[in-house]
């Protein structure tokens, strides 16, 4: 795997999530359940909302479009819980105020 620099931890508040464009790789929401930064992929499947922008309760962020909720921990979906309704979940790593994100490596 290899981290990549996302945002500083600052930017992440606990009980928020937020949206972050990652150069070269997918959009990913950060969401912060208290004081633990989870990194999922920012598309909803549903209908592609930003799950980033959407409301975050305890480790459950619900899309702002249509309201379907995703365990941010295992990006599982609760509103249809089959694989392909799952968002892709990353590793993350705070390193001296920066959040990173764990990506496959580069081929």
């Not at 972050?20 to 209908?47: K, S, W, Y």
């Not at 409301?55 to 941010?72: K, M, R, S, Y």
Request: glycine share 10%; aromatic share 6%; charged share 20%.
């Amino acid at each position: 795997m290899r981290y990549i620099d996302v945002a500083h931890i600052s930017e992440v508040e606990p009980g928020t999530c937020r949206s972050f464009e990652v150069e070269g790789e997918c959009d990913v929401a950060l969401c912060n359940v208290d004081g633990e930064i989870l990194a999922l992929q920012d598309t909803c499947p549903h209908a592609g909302g930003p799950l980033g922008e959407g409301t975050l309760e305890g480790n459950i962020v619900q899309c702002p479009w249509h309201g379907w909720a995703f365990d941010v921990r295992t990006g599982q979906c609760l509103k249809n819980p089959v694989p392909a309704w799952s968002v892709p979940c990353h590793p993350t790593r705070v390193e001296n105020g920066i959040i990173q994100v764990a990506f496959p490596p580069e081929p």
